[in-house]
């Protein structure tokens, strides 16, 4: 630990602990346990020290002024986990191949609109994913209206994910006839999606405890290993709110570690540990 961090590590007081726990919970949902003093201060010591400010208080401060909105969203980017994969939890991937895009395709044919959201996609992974996966049962779906729609609350991940370029070592879950088919070198040792894949996924930053803009219904939704940072009554708000955005025997695909609790009140019915159907 440097001289200065080891400075600010003494400047940071549990009342600062406190303002950043109640900025987390009513910005994002986000809920961190008093347990969890030691890796906030890990990941805001950076920012403050960058600021030039003299202690965490007075950067708290300046984020909570009207002159500090970008420092806010900075803060708020970095108080969240975005550990991802491409094609993590294989098995949604699957069920959504065989279950969800040959009816959304043949939907589509027929003249409606196929939609599929990633509402917390992190640096992107899981929306390629879903869309190598989409192409890979409806190739034709980028001359059709079929959109995946990708969103964070943070706005660097959501920069990244758009960019749609990964290093090559990341990509060991992708196979090489996907890698031929939907990606492009990109430098020394990264790929990049390109082509008619890049017709897919529309990337946004959107909170999900914030109001939603979008109007229609989604055939599925992956909110997966993001409502464990979240409180009960958060948790359960959001699955309600999701729940009324698929429609009627449309998916909603959740984290390994997840379980809604509210499932029959929300109208959906688990099919799989992690996978509940909308049915009523
Ligand atoms: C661990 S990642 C999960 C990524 C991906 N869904 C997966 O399972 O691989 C959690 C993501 O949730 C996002 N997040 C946290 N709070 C959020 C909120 N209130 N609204 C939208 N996204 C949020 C974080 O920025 C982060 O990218």
């Known amino acids: 630990m440097s001289a200065t961090d080891a400075l600010l590590e003494e400047n940071f007081t549990t009342a600062d602990f406190e303002v950043v726990r109640r900025i987390a919970h009513e910005k994002a949902g986000i809920y961190f346990p008093e347990s969890r003093s030691t890796l906030v201060f890990s990941r805001l010591s950076r920012l403050v020290r960058e600021s030039g400010l003299v202690s965490f208080s ?44 040959p009816r959304l395709a043949e939907g589509v044919r027929q003249g409606r609109r196929g939609r599929i959201w990633s509402a917390a996609c992190s640096t992107g992974q899981e929306p390629w994913s879903i869309a190598m996966s989409v192409l890979s049962v409806f190739p034709e779906a980028p001359q059709h209206d079929v959109r995946i729609l990708a969103t964070d609350i943070n706005s660097q991940v959501v920069a990244q994910a758009r960019a749609g370029v990964y290093p090559d070592e990341e990509t060991s879950a992708i196979s090489a006839a996907q890698k031929a088919r939907f990606m492009r070198t990109e430098g020394a040792a990264s790929v990049q999606f390109a082509g008619p894949i890049t017709r897919l996924p529309v990337f946004k930053v959107l909170n999900l405890n914030a109001e939603w803009p979008m109007r229609g219904l989604f055939d599925a939704i992956f909110c997966r290993n993001v409502v464990i940072y979240f409180d009960e009554q958060t948790r359960n708000r959001l699955w309600q709110r999701l729940a009324d955005k698929l429609e009627y025997g449309g998916f909603l695909y959740i984290g390994h570690s997840e379980k809604i609790a509210c499932a029959r009140q929300c109208g959906l019915e688990q099919v799989l540990p992690t996978i509940y159907e909308k049915r009523h």
């Open 58 to 101: 007075a950067y708290l401060d300046f984020v909570q002024s009207p002159a500090g909105l970008v420092a806010m969203d900075e803060m708020i980017c970095a108080l969240t986990t975005n550990v991802t994969g491409f094609f993590r939890e294989r098995k949604h991937f699957v069920h959504l191949e065989e279950e969800v895009l």
